[in-house]
């Protein structure tokens, strides 16, 4: 064996109690699992290496269903923020806004558009056009080494819809139509594990719910899934998650509800709604899954929250209408009091909004700073040429923790990298669960939520050898000591790593080792199979 984890305390990923055992590993895949007790004449299995993991938990390595780290797997050959925490999986591609496919033409406009998200990108060599030349960039990356963990990708569908329609808030024609189910289809061939939405982010946000259910007939035909930023977590929430459901269950489509949340004061302890919602489309046979991060905080870009057709046109026709007087004025009569679409249809309050990153030189006075209105925000909406990012403190932890406890929940970190003071979740999501919600307030035992991180998003993504401890799967692995894990990430501190995650591993080969990271890139991209 090239390597034999002994006396580790397993817990497998199906949520069945842990058990105590050697697990053996070969070739890059668990070659054998000896459980302590096991019937005389069965050996314990040697290895050119051994790892004592005495007093360590030994789970299958964390799954993030909702990653920003499109860019920075490609700039970044550390990747720590996602390594360190134990995750071996990420799933790019999200709300509805990626760098492929794309022309020359939208490329410019959606680097403009994510700037907020990845940074602009003029580190990064945008030598591919189609989905499946990105996930091939993505395996040649840093000399052809590959990437710290490994990737999947989602089909952006506000790209494609930017590609085959523009900005124009408008129905597609249906020679536009058939050029995004071409698209679409395309990306799927190409790897692509489904396609996502960001349905408060223009231009995606345009697009009609026939338009949408056409597109998911296409994401159905491939056996992907669906994975929409809806229309609204704030007023009319229930009523955005409810047209999620019917508009797949109309397309025979599989859906995954992305940071499925309940925000802002108009939901407060209204998750059980929710999750009744679901209930009843589950127990009707529908195929629902969702992911949430742990905790309250949102994160965004501040041009997000403006109405949307103050967003028609792209990124320049924004800064335009920022810079007349009369137009930001009605922005601002529509943030302010009607109410916005990108506000999720809530009037913003400016003090739940904090900066949390800026692009442009000599606005970095204004991280971690509260806004205190419109003529603020403007500013740095024109002087930051739209790259400011935010955190909105809209959440409410009971809606949190109510929501982490469903049988088809997930954990996805939404993690934005970009900025000085980034949302701690992007650092810190998996062992916060681990750490906070298990071994101190008990909302989940351990054996569910690391079912939670591993297994569910496997199946989701239906990756057949991922995601358990059994032999023959691929050795993406974490070594955790539950008694001190924890996200060392906080809102002052966002970028500081974990403790308590002594070893994680990729392909059987350690990218984090006694608790510091290796040079080691096993990462490669996971691509949908027929």
């Not at 509805?96 to 410019?108: H, I, N």
């Not at 061939?189 to 259910?213: F, H, I, K, N, R």
């Not at 007087?325 to 999720?344: F, K, N, P, Q, Y």
């Not at 569910?448 to 569910?456: D, I």
């Amino acid at each position: 064996m090239d390597l034999v984890i002994r006396d580790a305390e397993v817990v497998d990923g199906t949520g069945g109690p842990s058990y105590r055992a050697d697990v053996a590993v070969a070739g890059g895949r668990i070659a054998a699992i000896v459980q302590e007790g096991a019937a005389a004449g069965c050996q314990r299995p040697t290895g050119r290496r051994v790892l004592d993991a005495e007093g360590l938990v030994l789970s299958p390595g964390f799954i993030d269903m909702h990653a920003h780290s499109d860019l920075a797997l490609l700039r970044d050959p550390d990747h720590s923020a996602k390594a360190a925490q134990g995750v071996t999986l990420e799933v790019l591609g999200q709300d509805g806004l990626s760098y492929a496919p794309v022309d020359d033409r939208t490329l410019a406009q959606v680097r403009t558009a994510i700037t907020g998200w990845n940074g602009y990108g003029e580190d990064v060599d945008f030598d591919w056009r189609t989905v499946g030349e990105y996930l091939d960039r993505l395996d040649r990356a840093h000399g052809g080494r590959g990437i710290a963990v490994n990737a999947a990708y989602l089909v952006p569908q506000g790209t494609v819809r930017m590609l085959a329609v523009g900005w124009e808030d408008r129905a597609a024609t249906g020679a536009e139509l058939d050029r995004m189910r071409r698209l679409v289809a395309e990306g799927l061939e190409q790897g692509a594990v489904g396609m996502s939405s960001g349905l408060t982010y223009t231009p995606g946000m345009y697009a009609p719910d026939a338009e949408l259910t056409e597109l998911c007939r296409v994401v159905a035909e491939y056996g992907g899934y669906y994975c929409p930023h809806h229309r609204s977590y704030g007023a009319g929430a229930l009523e955005a998650y409810e047209e999620m459901v019917r508009l797949t269950r109309d397309a025979g489509c599989a859906l995954h509800l992305a940071h499925a949340t309940m925000n802002f004061g108009v939901n407060e302890g209204r998750a059980p709604e929710l999750l009744a919602l679901l209930d009843g489309a589950l127990d009707a046979g529908a195929d629902i899954s969702l992911d949430t991060y742990p905790y309250t905080p949102g994160c965004t870009t501040l041009v997000a929250l403006l109405p949307s057709w103050a967003s028609e046109g792209g990124p320049e026709a924004v800064l335009a209408r920022l810079r007349d007087e009369e137009t930001a004025e009605r922005i601002r009569h529509h943030l302010e009091v009607t109410g916005s679409d990108g506000c999720h249809g809530v009037p913003v309050d400016w003090h739940t909004i904090e900066i949390a990153g800026v692009t442009g030189p000599g606005l970095a006075g204004f991280t971690g700073r509260r806004l205190d209105g419109w003529a603020t925000a403007r500013r740095l909406l024109l002087d930051d040429r739209l790259g400011t990012t935010i955190l909105q403190h809209v959440g409410h932890e009971e809606n949190v923790r109510t929501i982490m406890r469903h049988r088809v929940h997930t954990g996805g970190s939404d993690g934005i990298l970009q900025g000085l003071k980034p949302h701690p979740r992007a650092y810190g999501t998996f062992p916060e669960y681990l750490g906070r919600y298990v071994r101190e307030l008990g909302v989940l035992s351990l054996e569910e939520c690391v079912a939670h991180l591993t297994s569910r998003p496997a199946a989701r993504l239906r990756l057949p050898d991922r995601g358990r401890i059994r032999e023959g799967f691929v050795a993406d692995l974490v070594l955790f000591d539950p008694e001190t894990v924890a996200s060392g990430a906080t809102y002052a501190a966002p970028r500081t790593l974990p403790v308590g995650i002594p070893h994680v591993l990729v392909d059987g080969r350690f990218v984090i080792e006694d608790g510091r990271r290796t040079d080691t890139l096993a990462g490669r991209t996971i691509r949908r199979t027929p």
